[in-house]
């Protein structure tokens, strides 16, 4: 019944006696990339928090690999799952950029080590992202840009079998939307397995293997790119979307703005 | 490439923290010898020496033993017990710095002083039989009264299992300010008192003795090796509390350990030498300016600093005026309250 | 490993010396040539004699005293008004009465006095007030240096002190006979204002209007002076009066202890709202000698006398 990966199972969260999430069931493997999308207030985040174990479910359950997430300790759960919400990241003033990428190998050492900013996976992962230059720079000198960098760098360290982002591309010009989305997709392709919130429909469309659409705190629908109801998404979203197609794929164009 | 003004304090060179330690210690070391040069009894250098080289070779010795006691006796375990206070309150001030994301916070920030303030008013004001005093009561009020304050700070910021971090700050400023109002009664109510309860409140390392350097030192050496070895966990909680717990950092358990390993040093120092400014907020923004701002380095080195510092502001306020001790948090503020506007002043516009 | 060790401390003892090589001129305060064997013969006293001073702990001496540290001014006056002005080798730094206790080294503040000086004077005999008991009685108790704690809180309470401190020092007879002189002098001042109608004074401590209470001193010295103490009926020995207190007790007199604080019969002319005050009508504001009226000394008889001058000049000249 509950498969491999992260598996949310028949899940309610609520505070008081409001249901931010209500009967979500759920499933993220590796080796793909699901894309949730919705309104504001929809419960997307509640629903990313909740694969990343920082909310217990009021009812249902999450595991991790057949495990109950809440009964996997932290050091191993950071071991096996990163989550980052970039976008809310302040930069601490004085680090340098390695010191930052270092602090994603913590469950890696014992808790007391210095964070890994000699380890070689930090190196590596400052390499992959093309910051070797900038290693010894402080964070807070850094450009928008390549702080997003730094953060995706932090991911490569950390080096885990899922990933969760919150909006990884908010703040971010188009050149470094596109970079870091395609940075993400590379890491679902290279076998993990991979959940962005993302406001960018088309975005969505182009990078994701899957659509999770979560309106009113339930799953409205979890479907392949190639099945996403355009229709139902524009109608759930109240805006009218226009399928193209390019490179092969479906993608969408939101309609209303311009014209008369 | 973005090569400015900016990336001047930037470049952390290999050999800058070594650099730092070996400085820092040596200067804590001088601090120490020096400090225990001079006192207002002046001993020769040759008799200093005897009196060292005697008592090393268990000898009895030629120099009048009132030299000898007062060497190694009165001035020696003074002297440490400024450097173990000043390494304390260093510690302290830099990880709660950290925790709270603030460079204003201070080690007496979260009620410490206050409650401490109110168990030595408490045990000064009302007459108690002096055997009591020859005890140390004043001292073990002091500390309940600064662990019991953070107590109820704590428990006043928690809820649902977790601290939060703006709340504890509230909290704080409300015990301490109750504790204010509790010592300010006491002191209205036993005028007669005051004058003893002043020279509590002033601060100062008078009439330490080894058995107080004893019971100071050891939970101050065990609460900074408990914040050297939450540094990385310090570091961790500069990002938001979700990233700390997404990287594995068992933030609640580091919170709560942070807060109490400072207070637990800070309140040790407090019962000892009283409250003494400055020395908690200042020492940990000097090293963060010659290593940067990682806490595990930081810690160490505020200790070390935070020492040195206030065993030279107790050897100024020990022999600056001729006919007697200044306070020494005077000093530490007259040193301190400039140096810090100065460098607020140089980086006025880099803090957010 | 012990060795080295102690080579390391050795090297610290060298630095140690360097520095001190180059000592500053020190605030050189202490004989420390004088071992307390280098004294005078002490004038043996036949049994040890066991005390117990004003906080009530007991104290045993084997010889009076020879080397005396005072930690209070009015510690001070106790020793010089027996006489042993030459057994003073250290006082605190606001003993300046006599004139001769100024030039005696200075142990630092009264609050919080130095204790490398005190114990580097070499004292036999410390005597402190209750000011001390927290900090510096233990530190002096844990070095066996005999410390005597002397807090009268009344008159009676000065006359037990300086009876104590002769038993102590030797010097009984001079005690008893200064007590005796002090006693006739009080006596004369009651004679003088028995059946006078006492006159109501308030005595100002500080321009906040801070002023002695029950069961201090100042209290003791108004009733037998002939006056009624304002704050007499107040709960805390220093309590701080409002101005309405003050104006609705209606005092005859008023007594400037604060004149350090820049206050003057003008000053307390000036202040909204006394004008009706009987003492400012009569224009009795009178400025006291703190120095006298605040130290439990012998010179508390002086206050006395000056106090019963101001409440009654017709009957105490």
Redesign the interface.
Not at chain 1, 15 to 44: C, M, P, S, Y
Not at chain 1, 252 to 260: E, S
Not at chain 2, 168 to 196: C, K, M, N, T
């Given at each position: 019944m509950i498969g491999p990966g992260i598996a949310i199972h028949r899940a309610w969260v609520t505070v008081g006696d409001r249901a931010l999430l209500a009967d979500v069931t759920l499933q993220l493997r590796q080796r793909e990339l699901i894309a949730i999308v919705g309104r504001n207030g929809a419960g997307k985040s509640t629903l990313l928090?909740l694969m990343?174990g920082?909310l217990e479910p009021s009812r249902g359950e999450v595991v991790l690999e057949g495990r109950p997430l809440r009964a996997i300790a932290?050091?191993e759960?950071?071991?096996r799952?990163?989550?980052?919400?970039p976008a809310?990241?302040?930069s601490?003033?004085?680090?340098?950029v390695r010191?930052v990428v270092g602090?994603?190998r913590?469950?890696h050492?014992s808790?007391?080590?210095?964070?890994g900013a000699d380890d070689a996976s930090v190196a590596y992962a400052i390499a992959s992202l093309e910051l070797t230059?900038l290693a010894?720079?402080?964070l807070d000198?850094l450009?928008d840009g390549e702080r997003q960098r730094v953060w995706l760098a932090g991911l490569v360290a950390?080096d885990t079998e899922f990933v969760l982002l919150d909006e990884p591309t908010s703040h971010l010009d188009p050149t470094h939307a596109i970079e870091s989305l395609r940075t993400i997709r590379s890491w679902a392709t290279a076998g993990r397995g991979v959940a962005i919130v993302l406001h960018d429909l088309d975005a969505a469309l182009a990078v994701a293997d899957r659509i999770v659409l979560v309106d009113g705190g339930r799953i409205a629908f979890d479907e392949p790119v190639a099945r996403v109801p355009l229709d139902e998404l524009g109608r759930r979203l109240g805006i009218r979307l226009a399928e193209i197609t390019l490179d092969g794929r479906r993608r969408v164009l939101a309609q209303g703005l311009g014209g008369a | 490439?973005?090569v400015g003004v900016?990336?001047r304090?930037?470049?952390?060179s290999a050999y800058r923290v070594p650099v730092a330690f070996l400085t820092l210690g040596l200067v804590l070391?001088?601090s120490v010898?020096?400090a225990?040069?001079?006192?207002?009894?002046?001993?020769?250098?040759?008799d200093?020496?005897a009196i060292?080289?005697d008592r090393?070779g268990g000898r009895s010795s030629t120099i009048?033993?009132?030299?000898a006691?007062?060497l190694l006796?009165?001035?020696l375990p003074?002297v440490l017990l400024a450097a173990v206070t000043g390494a304390a309150l260093a510690t302290a001030g830099a990880a709660l710095q950290g925790l709270f994301?603030n460079p204003l916070a201070d080690p007496y920030l979260v009620g410490v002083s206050s409650g401490a303030s109110v168990g030595a008013v408490l045990?000064?004001t009302i007459?108690l039989?002096?055997t009591l005093?020859?005890a140390?009561v004043?001292q073990l009020a002091a500390f309940v009264g600064a662990v019991g304050a953070v107590s109820v700070a704590l428990l006043l910021a928690r809820a649902g299992g977790r601290t939060s971090v703006p709340s504890l700050l509230l909290a704080g400023v409300a015990v301490a300010a109750i504790g204010g109002a509790v010592s300010s009664y006491l002191l209205?109510?036993?005028?007669?008192?005051?004058?003893?309860a002043?020279?509590?409140l002033?601060g100062?390392f008078?009439?330490a003795?080894w058995a107080l350097l004893g019971r100071v030192a050891l939970p101050v050496v065990a609460s900074a090796v408990g914040l050297v070895?939450?540094?990385?966990?310090l570091?961790?909680l500069?990002?938001?509390e979700?990233?700390a717990?997404?990287?594995?950092?068992?933030v609640e358990g580091a919170k709560l350990a942070t807060i109490g390993f400072a207070s637990l040093a800070t309140a040790a120092a407090v019962s000892a030498a009283g409250l003494i400014a400055f020395v908690g907020l200042v020492a940990p923004h000097v090293i963060?300016i010659l290593v940067?701002?990682?806490h595990?380095t930081l810690l160490v080195l505020s200790a070390i600093g935070g020492g040195a510092f206030m065993v030279l502001a107790d050897l100024v306020a020990?022999?600056a005026?001729?006919?007697?001790?200044l306070?020494v948090g005077v000093v530490t503020a007259a040193i301190g309250g400039p140096f810090f506007l100065a460098l607020l002043w140089s980086r006025r516009g880099?803090l957010? | 490993m012990r060795s080295g060790v102690?080579s390391l401390?050795?090297v610290?003892?060298?630095?140690?010396?360097?520095?001190?090589?180059a000592?500053p001129a020190?605030?050189?305060?202490?004989p420390?040539?004088a071992?307390?064997s280098a004294t005078p013969t002490p004038t043996a006293v036949a049994t040890p004699l066991t005390i117990h001073d004003d906080?009530?702990?007991s104290v045993t001496f084997t010889a009076a005293p020879k080397r005396i540290v005072t930690a209070a001014p009015s510690a001070t006056e106790l020793a010089f008004a027996l006489g042993l002005g030459d057994e003073v080798v250290a006082v605190?730094?606001y003993s300046n009465y006599p004139p001769e206790a100024s030039s005696k080294p200075?142990?630092?503040?009264?609050?919080?006095?130095?204790?490398?000086?005190i114990?580097?004077a070499?004292p036999d005999l410390v005597l402190v007030t209750?000011?001390?008991?927290?900090?510096?009685?233990?530190?002096l108790?844990?070095?066996q240096i005999p410390t005597v704690?002397m807090s009268a809180k009344d008159i009676e309470g000065v006359y037990a002190d300086l009876l104590l401190l002769g038993r102590i020092s030797g010097q009984l007879e001079q005690a008893e006979a200064l007590v005796d002189q002090l006693r006739a002098r009080v006596a004369r001042v009651e004679q003088a204002v028995a059946g006078a109608t006492p006159v109501r004074a308030f005595y100002e401590i500080d321009p906040t209007l801070?002023t002695a209470g029950p069961g201090?001193f100042i209290d003791d010295v108004i009733r037998r002076a002939g006056g009624i103490n304002i704050a007499a009926g107040a709960?805390?020995?220093?309590?701080?009066l409002s101005a309405e207190e003050v104006i609705r007790a209606d005092p005859e007199v008023i007594i400037l202890a604060d004149q350090g604080a820049g206050v003057s019969p003008d000053a307390v002319r000036a202040r909204q709202g006394w004008s009706k005050v009987s003492a400012v009508v009569n224009n009795r504001l009178v400025v006291l000698d703190p120095d006298i009226a605040s130290r439990p000394g012998p010179r508390i008889v002086d206050a006395l006398e000056q106090v019963a001058h101001i409440l009654h000049p017709d009957r105490v000249p």
């Amino acid at each position: 019944m509950i498969g491999p990966g992260i598996a949310i199972h028949r899940a309610w969260v609520t505070v008081g006696d409001r249901a931010l999430l209500a009967d979500v069931t759920l499933q993220l493997r590796q080796r793909e990339l699901i894309a949730i999308v919705g309104r504001n207030g929809a419960g997307k985040s509640t629903l990313l928090r909740l694969m990343a174990g920082f909310l217990e479910p009021s009812r249902g359950e999450v595991v991790l690999e057949g495990r109950p997430l809440r009964a996997i300790a932290a050091g191993e759960r950071a071991r096996r799952l990163g989550f980052l919400a970039p976008a809310r990241l302040p930069s601490p003033a004085g680090y340098t950029v390695r010191q930052v990428v270092g602090w994603m190998r913590f469950a890696h050492h014992s808790w007391w080590r210095a964070t890994g900013a000699d380890d070689a996976s930090v190196a590596y992962a400052i390499a992959s992202l093309e910051l070797t230059g900038l290693a010894e720079r402080r964070l807070d000198t850094l450009s928008d840009g390549e702080r997003q960098r730094v953060w995706l760098a932090g991911l490569v360290a950390q080096d885990t079998e899922f990933v969760l982002l919150d909006e990884p591309t908010s703040h971010l010009d188009p050149t470094h939307a596109i970079e870091s989305l395609r940075t993400i997709r590379s890491w679902a392709t290279a076998g993990r397995g991979v959940a962005i919130v993302l406001h960018d429909l088309d975005a969505a469309l182009a990078v994701a293997d899957r659509i999770v659409l979560v309106d009113g705190g339930r799953i409205a629908f979890d479907e392949p790119v190639a099945r996403v109801p355009l229709d139902e998404l524009g109608r759930r979203l109240g805006i009218r979307l226009a399928e193209i197609t390019l490179d092969g794929r479906r993608r969408v164009l939101a309609q209303g703005l311009g014209g008369a | 490439m973005n090569v400015g003004v900016l990336d001047r304090p930037v470049a952390m060179s290999a050999y800058r923290v070594p650099v730092a330690f070996l400085t820092l210690g040596l200067v804590l070391v001088a601090s120490v010898v020096v400090a225990v040069g001079f006192g207002r009894v002046p001993i020769s250098a040759a008799d200093q020496l005897a009196i060292v080289v005697d008592r090393l070779g268990g000898r009895s010795s030629t120099i009048d033993p009132r030299l000898a006691s007062i060497l190694l006796e009165i001035r020696l375990p003074r002297v440490l017990l400024a450097a173990v206070t000043g390494a304390a309150l260093a510690t302290a001030g830099a990880a709660l710095q950290g925790l709270f994301r603030n460079p204003l916070a201070d080690p007496y920030l979260v009620g410490v002083s206050s409650g401490a303030s109110v168990g030595a008013v408490l045990t000064l004001t009302i007459a108690l039989p002096p055997t009591l005093y020859a005890a140390g009561v004043v001292q073990l009020a002091a500390f309940v009264g600064a662990v019991g304050a953070v107590s109820v700070a704590l428990l006043l910021a928690r809820a649902g299992g977790r601290t939060s971090v703006p709340s504890l700050l509230l909290a704080g400023v409300a015990v301490a300010a109750i504790g204010g109002a509790v010592s300010s009664y006491l002191l209205f109510f036993h005028g007669e008192r005051i004058f003893a309860a002043y020279a509590w409140l002033l601060g100062g390392f008078n009439a330490a003795d080894w058995a107080l350097l004893g019971r100071v030192a050891l939970p101050v050496v065990a609460s900074a090796v408990g914040l050297v070895a939450l540094g990385p966990s310090l570091d961790l909680l500069q990002l938001d509390e979700d990233a700390a717990k997404a990287l594995g950092l068992r933030v609640e358990g580091a919170k709560l350990a942070t807060i109490g390993f400072a207070s637990l040093a800070t309140a040790a120092a407090v019962s000892a030498a009283g409250l003494i400014a400055f020395v908690g907020l200042v020492a940990p923004h000097v090293i963060r300016i010659l290593v940067g701002p990682e806490h595990r380095t930081l810690l160490v080195l505020s200790a070390i600093g935070g020492g040195a510092f206030m065993v030279l502001a107790d050897l100024v306020a020990r022999i600056a005026l001729p006919e007697g001790d200044l306070p020494v948090g005077v000093v530490t503020a007259a040193i301190g309250g400039p140096f810090f506007l100065a460098l607020l002043w140089s980086r006025r516009g880099q803090l957010a | 490993m012990r060795s080295g060790v102690r080579s390391l401390l050795l090297v610290l003892a060298l630095l140690v010396g360097a520095c001190t090589g180059a000592a500053p001129a020190s605030p050189s305060l202490v004989p420390t040539a004088a071992p307390p064997s280098a004294t005078p013969t002490p004038t043996a006293v036949a049994t040890p004699l066991t005390i117990h001073d004003d906080a009530g702990r007991s104290v045993t001496f084997t010889a009076a005293p020879k080397r005396i540290v005072t930690a209070a001014p009015s510690a001070t006056e106790l020793a010089f008004a027996l006489g042993l002005g030459d057994e003073v080798v250290a006082v605190d730094k606001y003993s300046n009465y006599p004139p001769e206790a100024s030039s005696k080294p200075s142990i630092g503040s009264y609050i919080d006095p130095d204790l490398e000086s005190i114990v580097g004077a070499g004292p036999d005999l410390v005597l402190v007030t209750d000011v001390h008991l927290a900090k510096l009685v233990p530190a002096l108790e844990a070095r066996q240096i005999p410390t005597v704690v002397m807090s009268a809180k009344d008159i009676e309470g000065v006359y037990a002190d300086l009876l104590l401190l002769g038993r102590i020092s030797g010097q009984l007879e001079q005690a008893e006979a200064l007590v005796d002189q002090l006693r006739a002098r009080v006596a004369r001042v009651e004679q003088a204002v028995a059946g006078a109608t006492p006159v109501r004074a308030f005595y100002e401590i500080d321009p906040t209007l801070y002023t002695a209470g029950p069961g201090t001193f100042i209290d003791d010295v108004i009733r037998r002076a002939g006056g009624i103490n304002i704050a007499a009926g107040a709960t805390t020995a220093y309590p701080q009066l409002s101005a309405e207190e003050v104006i609705r007790a209606d005092p005859e007199v008023i007594i400037l202890a604060d004149q350090g604080a820049g206050v003057s019969p003008d000053a307390v002319r000036a202040r909204q709202g006394w004008s009706k005050v009987s003492a400012v009508v009569n224009n009795r504001l009178v400025v006291l000698d703190p120095d006298i009226a605040s130290r439990p000394g012998p010179r508390i008889v002086d206050a006395l006398e000056q106090v019963a001058h101001i409440l009654h000049p017709d009957r105490v000249p």
